[in-house]
């Protein structure tokens, strides 16, 4: 069970009910374990070029490839909030490039599921991410009041 981090994406502004943050073409998460900023979104303008060289994980992944929307909305799941290195980093929900794509050790939904979550989401109410096998949420729906999974991809 995670916490929420920030909002994310392309947009400049975003119907969220998360803290939102616009990336740009300068915006990294950092997942070089050695780097002083690992785990977190930094801005290559403000840490410098050479801070985020060894980054894969630009967060505007669409300027390097028009097809690939991951990163146009997302939110932060906050897996390792103490930024340790070698303990995993950028860890997000964001959209499926392809729906039913697989995604590393992130969770993908269809942009319609993602405004829908951003939009209903409040901080307020300490909202955490949990994984789990359809079965597992059927019997747990009720005792934690989860939604139906009416028009959910199978």
Same mark, same amino acid.
């Given at each position: 069970?995670?916490?929420?981090?920030?909002?994310?994406?392309?947009?400049?502004?975003?119907?969220?009910?998360?803290?939102?943050?616009?990336?740009?073409?300068?915006?990294?998460?950092?997942?070089?374990?050695?780097?002083?900023?690992?785990?977190?979104?930094?801005?290559?303008?403000?840490?410098?070029? !050479?801070?985020?060289?060894?980054?894969?994980? @630009?967060?505007?992944?669409? &300027?390097?490839? %028009?097809?690939?929307? #991951?990163? $146009?909305?997302?939110?932060?799941?906050?897996?390792?909030?103490?930024?340790?290195?070698?303990?995993?980093?950028?860890?997000?929900?964001?959209?499926?490039?392809?729906?039913?794509?697989?995604?590393?050790?992130?969770?993908?939904?269809?942009?319609?599921?993602?405004?829908?979550?951003? !939009?209903?989401?409040?901080?307020?109410?300490? @909202?955490?991410?949990?994984? &789990?096998?359809? %079965?597992?949420?059927? #019997?747990? $729906?009720?005792?934690?009041?989860?939604?139906?999974?009416?028009?959910?991809?199978?």
């Amino acid at each position: 069970m995670f916490a929420l981090g920030t909002a994310f994406g392309a947009p400049a502004r975003a119907r969220s009910g998360l803290p939102y943050q616009p990336m740009q073409a300068s915006s990294y998460c950092m997942d070089v374990p050695t780097s002083p900023y690992y785990n977190r979104i930094v801005d290559a303008r403000t840490v410098g070029s !050479a801070a985020v060289a060894d980054s894969t994980e @630009p967060m505007r992944l669409d &300027l390097r490839d %028009a097809t690939d929307i #991951r990163y $146009q909305q997302g939110f932060v799941i906050a897996h390792n909030p103490q930024n340790i290195a070698g303990r995993g980093s950028c860890i997000f929900a964001h959209l499926w490039r392809q729906p039913g794509e697989a995604a590393a050790g992130c969770t993908a939904m269809t942009a319609e599921h993602m405004q829908a979550l951003l !939009a209903w989401l409040r901080p307020r109410e300490q @909202p955490r991410f949990v994984l &789990l096998p359809r %079965a597992e949420y059927q #019997r747990l $729906q009720a005792s934690w009041q989860l939604p139906a999974l009416d028009g959910v991809a199978r």
